[in-house]
């Protein structure tokens, strides 16, 4: 079963708008992780927030993190083209567990 | 690096016959994943090994699915026999300290 949910499953905005995508997720993790998939390929890692941060930036993304809420966004400023591709939130229990487990996604296009 | 690499990248056969699909994880990692991702179920974690044994395979859907890894540079993902339900993207990850790195998949149409 997935651990994480997506919200929203699809979003279309024009370039140069900010994205913002919402995890939600039901059990405790020791980090919540953020992946992006381009069509026809593999998944890559955007970034990794733990349990005990409320907040990362890497370049043009923000990720924030609320445990009490079970609920981690994602926020893409400025988008572009480029960015289009489906967005993954990924949860791991930790504690040496590696069992990771994906949401469904969310599903950006940005128009140029 | 070359990256986790898969093979083959597509394979298409009939039900009943028996597919493999093959992983190279990145060296030095230590954990080996195994997802299958449908439009309708989406990343399904089918299996798991850390330091080539297998941890968790409540993922794996039914008999017909093995997997295995006989060292730390090799892993495989057999099914037999198959059926078209079976019709997916198998994508093999491996990882050191949290952050999956994923091969280009394996696209499999059992017809």
């Known amino acids: 079963s997935q651990q994480g949910e997506e919200d929203p499953q699809a979003l279309s905005i024009q370039e140069g708008e900010n994205a913002t995508m919402n995890c939600s997720y039901k059990?405790?993790?020791?980090?919540l992780q953020w992946y992006r998939q381009n069509s026809g390929r593999g998944l890559v890692h955007l970034i990794l927030?733990?349990?005990?941060?409320r907040e990362k930036h890497s370049g043009r993304l923000r990720v924030t993190l609320d445990t009490s809420k079970k609920s981690s966004s994602l926020l893409i400023t400025a988008s572009r083209a480029a960015d289009t591709a489906s967005y993954f939130c990924?949860?791991?229990?930790?504690?040496?567990?590696?069992?990771?487990?994906f949401g469904i996604g969310t599903k950006l296009q940005v128009i140029p | 690096d070359a990256g986790v690499i898969q093979s083959p990248r597509h394979e298409v056969t009939e039900m009943g016959q028996e597919v493999t699909l093959r992983c190279k994880p990145i060296?030095?990692?230590?954990?080996l994943f195994w997802y299958r991702q449908t439009m309708m179920r989406g990343l399904e974690l089918l299996i798991y090994?850390?330091?080539?044994?297998?941890?968790?395979d409540s993922g794996m859907p039914e008999d017909r699915f093995s997997a295995k890894m006989p060292n730390a540079s090799f892993s495989t993902l057999k099914i037999q026999p198959s059926e078209p339900r079976d019709s997916a993207v198998y994508f093999c990850?491996?990882?050191?300290?949290?952050?999956?790195?994923f091969g280009e998949g394996s696209r499999l149409t059992v017809l």
């Open positions: 990850a491996s990882s050191l300290a949290g952050e999956l790195f």
């Open positions: 059990t405790s993790i020791n980090n």
């Open positions: 927030i733990r349990s005990n941060e």
């Open positions: 990924a949860t791991g229990p930790g504690g040496g567990y590696q069992k990771v487990t």
């Open positions: 060296s030095g990692h230590n954990s």
């Open positions: 090994f850390n330091n080539n044994v297998p941890i968790d």
